[in-house]
């Protein structure tokens, strides 16, 4: 069974940095992208950063150049560096990972997600 946990989570002021990261354990044969999402209260959940197989990463405009989305092969592990934080980017953070088994059935799963509170 594939579990995502996220840590990393926590109080910053703005202007400040934090890293958060997710430890996928278990088993995906193929894995077709990996991702950091958000949701704020009484806001829809959104992506904040993606990134494929080989490497390619997507932003989104409120955090292209303050967010980073990377990926420990060997540990199994994705990460996301939050730089120059603002008070909009307070939110619930889930990392997502979609894939294959090897038996060719789709796994799409969500982490509990960590708490990102910065104060202004």
């Known amino acids: 069974q594939v579990q995502l946990v996220e840590s990393g989570g926590g109080l910053v002021q703005a202007g400040g940095s934090l890293r958060l990261s997710c430890a996928v354990s278990?088993?995906?044969?193929?894995?077709?992208?990996m991702g950091w999402y958000r949701q704020a209260p009484g806001k829809q959940r959104e992506s904040v950063a993606t990134i494929t197989p080989s490497g390619s990463t997507n932003y989104p405009d409120s955090v292209k150049g303050r967010f980073t989305i990377s990926r420990d092969t060997a540990k199994n592990a994705l990460y996301l560096q939050m730089n120059s934080l603002k008070p909009e980017d307070t939110a619930v953070y889930y990392c997502h990972v979609a894939g294959q088994y090897r038996t060719g059935n789709y796994y799409s799963g969500w982490g509990q997600g960590t708490q990102v509170i910065v104060s202004s």
């Open positions: 278990g088993t995906i044969f193929r894995i077709n992208a």
